[in-house]
């Protein structure tokens, strides 16, 4: 709830520091003495649109700052995803300059002006005579109606199925989009296929073909020099048969070197057998250059192929294998694609029918709901002198195509004001003083299922008196059992209801006009109200009246 509210250059305000506790607190002043200034200021703290003009004139600023505590486990979530400390109490702090910019902070954090809107809308709700909030809104009806009617359990299940069929009618479609434009390609997929699978492209397969060709380019070199080495290694001179007689010539003697030589002969072993492995690659490679020379055309065309065919589809030649593979795979989604959508075909349509299911059972339970609520709402009409009035809980089919998770109703609160007039919206069927009263009705019936910390009523009493205001006082009394409630009202029978009274009086300091507010005491707070029944002049009947009015609530 409200707890403290400091004001300072607003309008006609200079500096005003309140504090408020729970129940009925009731805000009274002559006309333009500036209640409707505290509003706006409060508004400001609470995100609403500024504007330069409520600076004070002279002040570079204006600055509200509203207090609230306790705070609910949606408050303190929806802090927390902003990275805001949410250990109370809640300060939300305004600032307005003189030349239209604005600042908002939230406990002391700077924070965008949108985000004071949201948690504001949590925490207070404004009704007034020309602009009735939330309940007015028929966005908010069907939510009003579920949680008075105890319809959570359907209304989740409703959630959970509408997710359900939509998540399988977005797969449905998807694979429809693919399977089209699969099929539009159905002639090129072929093409491209039968021409890699003639290819039968290898990964790493250019790397290979650009060795073998630098090979067979350069034959004749290699050739020449293959063939060089082995003269030098073999014949007469060559190293083979040198090293072979250097071993027999050691060998013949080596059991008269007392062992000296069993290493060097070892030694010549492996050499010769070393020299041996070399010439027989060197043999093999020359003979494979030499037979080659047929092969490098062979070899050039098929790299040329690859790379032609790489460019071709926008790939490296590794990659062709892959895409090969990957084509292979989109022609079999054709060939399979009726089998599959008729898969995720009958997937949404069960998914539909489930939907269909669960929202029929939660379109039954609010169509029991919308008489309980009817018929407590009316229950409440005759206090407040509504007699002929009667609310209507409008539950209707929507259109398939605007089916939601909330179901498949639209749900309006209609009234008609008079026998034999049709019901129509609450804002446009009664009048300033009779809707701010259905307001009211409505408030106290759906106080367990729609309970704000916070309610101000902006003159919810115009245009009525006597017996019917008598009526709001007491009800707004009952509602005030439940929540905060703030009223601003020109009304001594609601006034006297009020376990807290704020007088706004406004004050001639010299050039200049000031706006400020008392807390009255029991005396002052029974003159205040003999003013409102009788106007400038108090008389004495005046005060008896007043002292009747509040003695008699407290009765």
Same mark, same amino acid.
């Given at each position: 709830m409200l707890t403290a509210l400091s004001i300072r250059d607003v309008v006609l305000i200079d500096q005003l520091d309140l504090t408020f506790s729970n129940g009925l607190c009731v805000l009274t002043g002559e006309t333009g003495a500036g209640k409707s200034i505290l509003?706006?200021?409060?508004?400001?703290?609470?995100?609403?649109? &500024?504007? +330069?003009?409520?600076?004070?004139?002279?002040?570079?600023?204006? *600055?509200?700052?509203?207090? !609230?505590?306790?705070?609910?486990?949606?408050?303190?979530?929806?802090?927390?995803?902003?990275?805001?400390?949410?250990?109370?109490?809640?300060?939300?702090?305004?600032?307005?300059?003189?030349?239209?910019?604005?600042?908002? !902070?939230?406990?002391? =954090?700077?924070a965008s002006v949108g985000l004071l809107r949201d948690i504001g809308s949590h925490l207070v709700e404004m009704q007034g005579q020309f602009e009735q909030h939330r309940l007015s809104d028929i966005g908010t009806h069907c939510d009003l109606l579920d949680a008075y009617g105890g319809c959570g359990a359907a209304r989740n299940a409703v959630v959970v199925a509408f997710q359900a069929w939509r998540n399988a009618a977005e797969s449905l479609e998807s694979?429809?989009?693919?399977?089209?434009?699969?099929?539009?390609?159905?002639?090129?997929?072929?093409?491209?296929?039968?021409?890699?699978?003639?290819?039968?492209? =290898?990964?790493?397969?250019?790397?290979?073909?650009?060795?073998?060709?630098?090979?067979?380019?350069?034959?004749? =070199?290699?050739?020449?020099? *293959?063939?060089?080495?082995?003269?030098?290694?073999?014949?007469?001179? /060559?190293?083979?048969?040198?090293?072979?007689?250097?071993?027999?010539?050691?060998?013949?003697v080596a059991d008269k070197s007392g062992g000296q030589l069993d290493s060097t002969i070892t030694a010549l072993d492996g050499t010769v057998a070393n020299i041996e492995d070399a010439l027989r690659e060197l043999r093999a490679a020359a003979d494979t250059i030499e037979h080659g020379d047929s092969r490098l055309e062979e070899v050039e065309d098929r790299l040329h192929a690859l790379r032609e065919l790489a460019r071709k589809h926008d790939v490296g030649t590794d990659e062709l294998a892959p895409l090969t593979e990957d084509l292979r795979q989109r022609l079999a989604l054709i060939e399979t =694609?009726?089998?599959?959508?008729?898969?995720?075909?009958?997937?949404?349509?069960?998914?539909?029918?489930?939907?269909?299911?669960?929202?029929?059972?939660?379109?039954k339970q609010r169509a029991g709901a919308t008489t309980r609520l009817e018929a407590a709402v009316m229950n409440e009409f005759p206090a407040l002198k509504l007699e002929k009035a009667r609310l209507t809980v409008s539950l209707s089919a929507l259109e398939e195509e605007r089916w939601n998770a909330k179901g498949s109703d639209r749900v309006e609160f209609l009234v008609s004001t008079n026998? /034999?007039?049709?019901?129509?919206?609450?804002?446009?069927?009664?009048?300033?003083?009779?809707?701010?009263?259905?307001?009211?009705?409505?408030?106290?019936?759906?106080?367990?299922?729609?309970?704000?910390?916070?309610?101000? !009523?902006?003159?919810?009493? +115009?245009?009525? /008196?006597?017996?019917?205001?008598?009526?709001? &006082?007491?009800?707004?009394?009952?509602?005030?059992?439940?929540?905060?409630?703030?009223? *601003?009202?020109?009304?001594?029978?609601?006034?006297?209801?009020?376990?807290?009274?704020?007088?706004?009086?406004?004050?001639?300091?010299?050039?200049?006009?000031?706006? &400020?507010?008392?807390r009255l005491d029991e005396k002052d707070r029974r003159e205040e109200v003999a003013r409102m029944l009788s106007g400038a002049r108090i008389t004495a009947e005046a005060r008896a009246a007043a002292e009747r009015l509040i003695v008699g609530d407290r009765a």
């Open positions: 509003l706006d200021a409060l508004g400001l703290a609470l995100g609403a649109r &500024g504007d +330069s003009a409520l600076v004070r004139h002279g002040a570079d600023r204006a *600055v509200v700052t509203a207090e !609230f505590e306790p705070m609910d486990g949606q408050l303190t979530t929806l802090l927390s995803e902003h990275g805001i400390d949410a250990d109370p109490p809640l300060l939300l702090r305004r600032v307005l300059s003189a030349d239209g910019r604005s600042r908002a !902070f939230v406990n002391d =954090q700077s694979a429809s989009e693919r399977a089209a434009k699969a099929l539009a390609d159905q002639e090129y997929l072929h093409h491209a296929v039968e021409e890699l699978d003639l290819l039968a492209p =290898q990964a790493g397969e250019e790397n290979q073909l650009a060795s073998t060709r630098m090979v067979l380019m350069h034959a004749e =070199q290699l050739v020449a020099a *293959v063939n060089g080495a082995l003269s030098k290694l073999t014949g007469a001179d /060559g190293a083979e048969d040198s090293l072979s007689a250097a071993r027999s010539l050691l060998s013949r =694609q009726s089998d599959t959508l008729a898969q995720l075909d009958e997937a949404a349509r069960l998914a539909r029918s489930d939907f269909v299911k669960k929202s029929g059972t939660l379109s026998p /034999g007039m049709p019901a129509g919206s609450l804002s446009k069927i009664a009048s300033g003083g009779e809707l701010s009263r259905m307001m009211l009705a409505l408030k106290l019936t759906l106080i367990e299922v729609e309970q704000v910390p916070t309610i101000i !009523f902006d003159e919810v009493d +115009s245009a009525i /008196g006597g017996a019917t205001a008598n009526a709001v &006082g007491e009800r707004l009394a009952l509602l005030a059992d439940r929540t905060q409630v703030l009223v *601003v009202t020109h009304s001594p029978q609601v006034a006297a209801r009020g376990t807290d009274h704020l007088r706004v009086e406004k004050t001639e300091l010299g050039d200049a006009a000031v706006t &400020g507010v008392d």
